[in-house]
């Protein structure tokens, strides 16, 4: 019997979700390919190439489905491009590779990230990555990329240094410190509170963003909730609300609430903040995840029926067979584009077994 390569796995999925969401699936699919490059053709059956963190059964891609009021959802995919011979320089390497083969086609601004990327460099990268790549798809319009450096590359206790000469180039400075302030709980940097991706789009538009994420650990509703206040025009209530709604109501005590902060030149303070709940810890299987997603989807006015579209395009399993399908969920506040996404699974290695298995009395 012949098995699927991953390129084939994730090929299905993404050319269904592209179908539900009116994309043309041409280019997404090329640019598919060309970040798994060789290792494409690698059959499911043997290992990953790479560990990924991108996905909990390190597949390399994970998908989500951002909902908006502006326009149609728009489709993304994050991905860690795999070296030749993978490992956390060579898919630095990679990614750099990726980019620079794009950066004509697509006409990729990378004046931004050109400044900072030797602040993220080191010889002995720590953590799981160093460089991931985004790709955003959006109804008729050219792709768009982001770049998500891993802040604490250099070791959990330098991060806040890192990120501060980063930003600091970029003109941020002052957001970042009165976000800092305001944000983190007493005591908690490096601690509870982490900053775990600093993200730049290579775009040049009105809309471009540099993004910094701190997940909370141990945190609950009211901490989240208190971290966003800092970003004018948030109402905290409805970031405690969010998160509530879509992690069960308890405090999160496995996989961390994860906050992010939108910043931009001049004002003095973030613009935007989104809010990720990693739903998959907080249900027994995808059948209560997805509930919970289509609940706070609908609430926010976006159609149930995409949603459910979409979960029917990336899952080969019946939801309730397993969790982590619905990897996130978030809330985007403020600029540029407020909504809802939806993280989705490849699961093209692995299926977590659901948590409570109903076993009838004898
Ligand atoms: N898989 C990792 C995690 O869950 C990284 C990741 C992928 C992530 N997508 C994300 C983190 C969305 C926060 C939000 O932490």
Redesign the pocket.
Known sequence: MRHFSILEHLAGQLNPLCRVLSLDPAVPHDLLAGLLGPHGTRSLTDPPAWPS????DHSPV?F?VAFTDAEPPSLRI?AEVPGATPGIEANTEAAYAFLAANATRFGLATARLDAVRDVFKTSHPAGGFALWCSLVFRHGREPEFKVYFNPEVAGVGRAPELVEEALGRLGLRDSYRTMLARSIRPGDLGRRDRL??FALDLHDGPQARVKL?V?HHEADAADAARAAAVVPGVVPGEVAAFCRAAGGGGRFDR??L?GSYTLVGGAGRPVGYSV?V?IRDYVDDDLEARDRVAAVVAQHGFSTALLHRCVAAVSRRPLGAGVGLI??V?LRLGLPRPGVTV?LSAEAYEVTPPRSVWVPAA
């Open positions: 963190d991108v996905a909990d994970e989500s994050l775990s991706f994420y997940s996989r961390p994860v990720y990693p990897a996130h978030s993280y």
